[in-house]
């Protein structure tokens, strides 16, 4: 992961201070434990999730069953990601939803 941080310097030094400025907005208004800020990751590639996970955000939201599927299983090493799918579905295409490791719906 360390390699993958050095190589995107110039993201991370985007993400980070845009995620300090979120979570600063949203401890102003209520305790951090009544909200949940998920970061929405549809169509963002995978550096942009692991450098956003590397600047502490952990809950990422998918509105596309295809993605969700693909990169929960891409990220699996990133141990205590957690996903939210995000739209109505067939029950053919939430069937796929099975294999995703710490999902929520919503």
């Not at 141990?79 to 067939?90: C, P, R």
Request: aromatic share 10%; charged share 25%.
């Amino acid at each position: 992961m360390k390699r993958f941080l050095s190589r995107s310097n110039s993201l991370m030094s985007f993400i980070q201070p845009n995620l300090t400025l979120i979570r600063d907005q949203i401890a102003k208004v209520k305790s951090e434990k009544l909200v949940r800020l998920v970061a929405v990751s549809k169509t963002k590639p995978h550096s942009y999730i692991e450098a956003a996970y590397e600047a502490g955000q952990h809950v990422f939201g998918e509105n596309y069953i295809n993605e969700l599927h693909e990169k929960s299983h891409a990220l699996e090493h990133l141990t205590d990601i957690k996903w939210h799918f995000y739209w109505e579905s067939s029950k053919e295409e939430l069937s796929e939803t099975n294999s995703v490791q710490e999902l929520g719906c919503c």
